[in-house]
């Protein structure tokens, strides 16, 4: 993709490292495409001048590059892979909306057809932007994402887009974690020495405190300009939230020298009192906290009996951190839980984002140019195989679900020395193709423990075992691989039970 079209939207800068950039012989950049709004909707402003000629959506099966910092699991995070993506162009954001809700649909029938327990959450945009999106998430324990969900609604976020209530804290906790009276908020502040006490663990450890009575002064730098941001010590900052609050395209945490430098004190001894010329922000969960220790901006040494309102400049609040398990969901005020889920697909409502940035318009009834108003929705069509097999196995080996199976009979001859093992193992192979039905044949010469040890990895819905004891009584076996159910069935019936079985799987999955 050309350089000319990502610097339109400002993403050539914005992209950062993942983006693979080269320069061809004349000298000119591109870019390998980790998606494709840049280049659709370059053709579509000169494709599609009318409003007749809309909504229109467009979209693609191919192969995304991404240059992932750590590539790893296989194709579950590569830098290569392969993705179905779409683009939808309307006349307006009512129109938009809907197709984002077609969309959305289309994606819960398709991982439902698939066999994948998934839940849809709500999600960050990050470098794609736009108004709203929306993540497909497989749940398994292996899940590189954490989803925040409630015990209670069908509310599910990413962890990175959860909201936090504000003022959560309303009692301080004193020593051990038991809450104080409240002539804890008139004891003066004091230092004192911590020596080698860094972490969280450590100092809490140390002053017999508990973790939530500690503050964090964490340091960052927001677009290179350096930032204070206070949580509380059993919270963790959230980098997206924070740079949204800070309105920053980039927040990094400052390196070990920028931090001495900033603050005179090692890490570990940061804080917020004597800071020079440096913007302190603080999360609600902080607000009007009392009896508070945190870094004293000097080498082994913190304050306690700190007072935020009284003792800090904060500059102001914002939801800063985490939610974590325990939190009072968004929508009900129930409790949230923690689970984990793997990314298989995403839907995002862009609006006006791409098309005002390309300058992207068409001629409404009124002759008049609009702005196209634009979603934008993927599916990564490898990693699904890789996130099905992480939700479906067992000691033994993969258990494909029948609607994402490579093959749906696995097709185990036991004696294959026998010329009527062999036979009818090829005259129900050959009827079973003929019928379209996917099966693969084990016609390898190996011990029956092989091929069943092999049949069982390699995870086909189902295994037809066909052997001459049971020949000798007219019966071939078929077993079902997520159950381990065995059923005998009579060679004359074979072709017309395993073809059912076929299409009672496609229907289940269809729903």
């Known amino acids: 993709q050309p350089s000319e079209l990502w610097k339109e939207t400002g993403r050539w800068q914005q992209y950062g490292k993942e983006l693979v950039r080269l320069r061809d012989r004349h000298d000119r950049d591109f870019c390998l495409g980790p998606t494709h709004e840049e280049v659709v909707t370059d053709l579509v402003r000169k494709e599609i001048r009318s409003y007749r000629q809309l909504p229109i959506n467009l979209y693609q099966i191919q192969t995304k590059f991404r240059d992932e910092i750590r590539p790893r699991f296989g194709v ?19 129109g938009a909306k809907i197709n984002y809700q077609k969309m959305y649909d289309a994606y819960c029938a398709i991982f439902t057809r698939l066999g994948l327990q998934f839940r849809p959450v709500e999600a960050d945009t990050g470098l794609i932007g736009g108004a709203s999106s929306h993540e497909f998430m497989v749940l398994a324990k292996t899940g590189e994402e954490a989803i925040i969900a409630c015990t209670t609604c069908q509310y599910a976020a990413n962890v990175e887009r959860a909201p ?5 804290r309303t009692t301080p906790v004193g020593r051990g974690g038991d809450a104080i009276v409240s002539t804890s908020t008139v004891l003066s502040m004091e230092k004192v020495k911590t020596p080698g006490q860094k972490s969280v663990e450590e100092v809490s450890a140390f002053l017999k405190v508990s973790p939530q009575q500690l503050i964090k002064t964490l340091i960052y730098l927001a677009d290179d300009k350096p930032v204070a941001v206070l949580v509380r010590g059993d919270h963790q900052v959230n980098e997206i939230k924070l740079r949204k609050a800070l309105n920053a395209a980039f927040v990094t945490l400052a390196s070990a020298n920028e931090i001495v430098k900033l603050t005179g004190a090692p890490c570990g001894f940061s804080g917020p009192i004597g800071l020079s010329g440096i913007e302190i922000i603080g999360d609600h969960a902080i607000h009007g906290a009392t009896d508070m220790v945190i870094g004293a901006n000097e080498a082994d040494t913190h304050y306690i009996h700190l007072n935020i309102d009284r003792d800090v400049q904060v500059a102001r609040y914002a939801d800063l951190r985490n939610a974590q398990e325990g939190d009072p969901c968004p929508q009900c005020g129930k409790p949230v839980f923690i689970d984990r889920g793997i990314e298989v697909g995403h839907v995002f409502l862009l609006g006006s984002k791409y098309s005002k940035e390309m300058k992207a318009t068409f001629l409404d009834e009124k ?5 196209f108003e634009m979603g934008c929705y993927g599916i990564g069509i490898s990693r699904i195989m890789a996130a099905s097999i992480e939700q479906n196995y067992d000691d033994k080996g993969i258990v494909w ?3 994402m199976a490579p093959f749906v ?31 693969l044949f ?14 069982d990895l390699l995870g086909a819905p189902y295994q037809i075992v066909i052997g001459e004891k049971n020949l000798k009584q007219g019966f071939i076996e078929v077993k079902e691989r997520k159950t381990g159910v065995a059923t005998r069935i009579s060679v004359e019936q074979a072709i017309e039970h395993l073809f059912q079985l076929s299409v009672s799987s496609q229907q289940k999955a269809n729903g």
């Open 76 to 94: 579950m995070r590569g830098r290569e892979f392969i993705m179905k993506d779409a683009y939808s162009f309307d006349a307006n954001l009512d």
């Open 164 to 168: 936090c209530a504000g003022g959560e």
């Open 367 to 371: 002759g008049e140019e609009q702005l």
């Open 401 to 403: 679900p029948a609607a």
């Open 409 to 439: 009979f696995h097709l185990v001859p036991v004696q294959d020395q026998s010329e009527q093992v062999m036979g009818i193992a090829k005259q129900i192979y050959a009827d079973l193709m003929a019928k379209g039905m996917s099966v």
């Open 442 to 455: 084990d016609d390898r010469q190996e011990r029956p423990g092989v091929k069943f040890h092999d049949a």
